[in-house]
């Protein structure tokens, strides 16, 4: 699609510096811009090389000036970037309807702009609503129900009763409502503890491929809104996330955990069972959580403890090698070298 330069401030609530009629047709980095393309930067580095570049504007935020490109400053690049990109790459559109190899239950309900690809399974009761995509080979189980513009990509697993809200993206491979992994001992043997309990999903969660979110044992497994979960993310039964949360990949979670809001935590972070994490907390990647954590507190390590103490455990860590040096040196000096340790 072909955009002016105003058109893009326009839509940003930026302004032009230069010519806003330049016309602009693509979106790259400055690397790989040829002509026509808008690019961005958002630091000194980036804007020495987008000014060298083909680009025939550039995307800023701070007080920059070039007498070579046209300049469209917006109060920050990078969020400028996320929302400019949709108009040169938009969604592909699908059509509502179902496909003639999905199998649709009688009972269930269909909104008919929502759009229901080749080999899709909708069981008995399930609710799809407006606008809602079903790719290809995606199963819905029992009295599910998905709220308007809900995306599945192929192969999303939804299992019975689940709930989920309003614009929630999930994509391929995952699973949502199997079982938790819930045992007890008895006579020498695991005995199933039967998991009855759901999933809620709220508005505007995307969740990443071949992750597993199992239904809690009684009552709901949570995500609350806004919620962006990465690929290969485990969340155990009965765990609640609170919103706008970050869980990066191979993030896994325990039963029974609770996630404040605006959470932070980095790749293969891993928390133990019935844990309370506060609002916005940061945990560093592969802590291994196995502690409450108060509100607004950055943990590191495993076992994970606050940064700080962390910090000087780590720097401590580095200088044993030269520490273990210097008894030895010690020892040899007063004689004890060969005393056996206790």
Avoid at 244 to 265: D, E, F, K, P
Avoid at 290 to 318: H, S, V, Y
Wanted: aromatic fraction near 6%.
């Amino acid at each position: 699609m072909k955009f002016t330069a105003a058109d893009i401030a326009r839509h940003l609530g930026g302004e032009v510096l230069g010519d806003g009629s330049v016309a602009l047709t693509g979106f790259a980095t400055a690397d790989a811009a040829g002509a026509g393309d808008l690019t961005f930067a958002e630091n000194d580095d980036y804007f020495a090389r987008a000014e060298q570049s083909a680009a025939a504007a550039i995307l800023v935020s701070a007080a920059f000036n070039s007498t070579k490109k046209v300049l469209i400053r917006v109060p920050d690049a990078r969020v400028g970037f996320a929302k400019v990109l949709p108009l040169f790459f938009p969604e592909p559109a699908f059509a509502g309807g179902v496909h003639p190899s999905a199998v649709v239950a009688s009972s269930a309900s269909v909104d008919p702009t929502a759009h229901i690809g080749p080999l899709c399974v909708i069981a008995e009761g399930a609710e799809i609503g407006p606008g809602c995509v079903l790719e290809n080979s995606v199963s819905v189980g029992r009295d599910c129900q998905l709220a308007a513009e809900v995306r599945l990509f192929p192969h999303v697993t939804i299992y019975p009763r689940t709930r989920i809200g309003q614009r929630v993206r999930i994509h391929a491979g995952t699973v949502v409502g199997a079982d938790g992994f819930g045992y007890v001992f008895d006579q020498g043997r695991h005995l199933k503890v039967p998991q009855i309990g759901i999933v809620i999903i709220h508005d505007d969660v995307e969740i990443g491929a071949n992750v597993t979110i199992d239904r809690g044992a009684l009552g709901a497994t949570v995500i609350g809104k806004g919620t962006k979960i990465d690929n290969l993310v485990q969340l155990a039964h009965n765990v609640t996330i609170g919103e706008h949360c970050i869980l990066c990949g191979q993030v896994g979670i325990a039963g029974s955990v609770r996630v404040g809001n605006y959470v932070t935590m980095a790749g293969q972070v891993g928390l133990a069972g019935h844990l309370q994490i506060g609002n916005q907390v940061t945990i560093g990647a592969q802590a291994g959580v196995m502690n409450n954590i108060p509100d607004g507190e950055k943990w590191l390590g495993a076992p994970a403890q606050p940064d700080r103490q962390m910090k000087r455990t780590f720097i401590a860590l580095q200088r044993l090698p030269e520490l273990s040096q210097r008894v030895r040196a010690l020892e040899k000096r007063v004689g004890t070298e060969d005393i056996p340790k206790e």
